[in-house]
């Protein structure tokens, strides 16, 4: 496709979720420019400023933070036209509130997450108005990787909580096991981390679902053995309330953003 027939993209905001968005395959299929907290606008892809903006932008993500959005959104109207589809990335900022602040109908908000660097996203998309939803959407968006349609609002506060704040979940949980068994290797023994994360990925790749994970428990926890000297005491520790609790505080944390919009210094 020629430079000059695809669409034109405009990322306000380009931090940690903007980069991680901007892969090949969608510099391929789209003209991006990003707006930086300078107001300065950059093509992505001939690496240069733009020194005069025309709003003809037919895509624009906004991958600023709520607090921003909440707090001087409408400063943004002016880079949208009547064509323009918002795509909000933004957690708990609902739609309702993006419609009156750029004061535009054409709006879908997405949870993408970091994985999309790699094309393995699981993008979750919800919107007021199906149609929004065509096949130029879907390109795009399938660049990040796959794609998970919603139908009501809050689904996407539970997909911020597991999908979007969930990659950090894991990696921290990983990481607690990388450290606790490096803590027991030492000083006898030498543990390398490598093969600690080749572990999680075996045992992930034979039990993919939560009754082979619960079978698979069972057939390695014998009477009296190790494994159940183990399993025993992680279940004690009440582990299953901790995971809850953790999804549930991004939940509700997601759930409450959007009220904060009139407490501009907290
Ligand atoms: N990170 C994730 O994994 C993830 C996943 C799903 C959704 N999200 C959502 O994505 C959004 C961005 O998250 P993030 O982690 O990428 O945050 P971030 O790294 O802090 O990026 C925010 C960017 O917005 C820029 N910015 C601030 N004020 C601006 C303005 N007035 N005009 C234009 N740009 C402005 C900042 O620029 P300066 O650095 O110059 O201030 C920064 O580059 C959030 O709403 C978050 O809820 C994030």
């Known amino acids: 496709m020629s430079a000059t027939l695809k669409p034109k993209v405009l990322f306000i905001g380009f931090g940690h979720l903007a980069k991680s968005l901007l892969s090949k395959k969608l510099l391929n299929s789209v ?3 990003a707006l930086n907290s300078k107001g300065v606008i950059k093509n992505i892809n001939l690496k240069k400023k733009i020194l005069n903006f025309n709003n003809d932008y037919n895509y624009i993500f906004f991958l600023i933070r709520p607090k921003t959005f909440l707090t001087s959104g409408n400063q943004f109207q002016k880079y949208l036209s009547k064509e323009t589809l918002v795509i909000s990335c933004m957690a708990g900022v609902k739609l309702s509130t993006i419609e009156k602040t750029l004061k535009s109908k054409k709006i879908v908000r997405i949870m993408p997450n970091v994985m999309a660097s790699n094309n393995k996203s699981q993008t979750h998309i919800y919107m007021k108005n199906k149609n929004l939803f065509d096949s130029k959407l879907k390109k795009i968006l399938s660049t990040f990787g796959t794609i998970i ?10 997909a911020t909580a597991v999908f979007g704040s969930g990659p950090a979940f894991i990696a921290y ?43 698979f428990v069972r057939s390695i926890s014998s009477k009296k053995g190790t494994t159940e000297a183990g399993v025993n005491y992680i279940k004690s520790q009440k582990i299953e309330k901790i995971i809850y609790t953790t999804f549930l505080r991004a939940y509700q944390r997601s759930k409450e953003i959007d009220s904060e919009k009139k407490n501009t210094n907290s």
């Not at 349609?149 to 539970?158: A, G, L, P, S, T």
């Not at 030492?186 to 080749?198: D, F, G, L, R, S």
């Open 31 to 33: 003209n991006i420019h």
């Open 173 to 215: 949980i990983v990481n607690i096991f990388l450290k606790a068994s490096k803590k027991l290797a030492k000083p006898y023994h030498h543990m390398n981390e490598k093969e600690v994360i080749e572990l999680f990925k075996n045992v992930l790749e034979t039990n993919y679902s939560s009754k082979m994970l619960d079978d």
């Open 149 to 158: 349609n919603v139908r009501n609002e809050d689904q996407i506060n539970f």
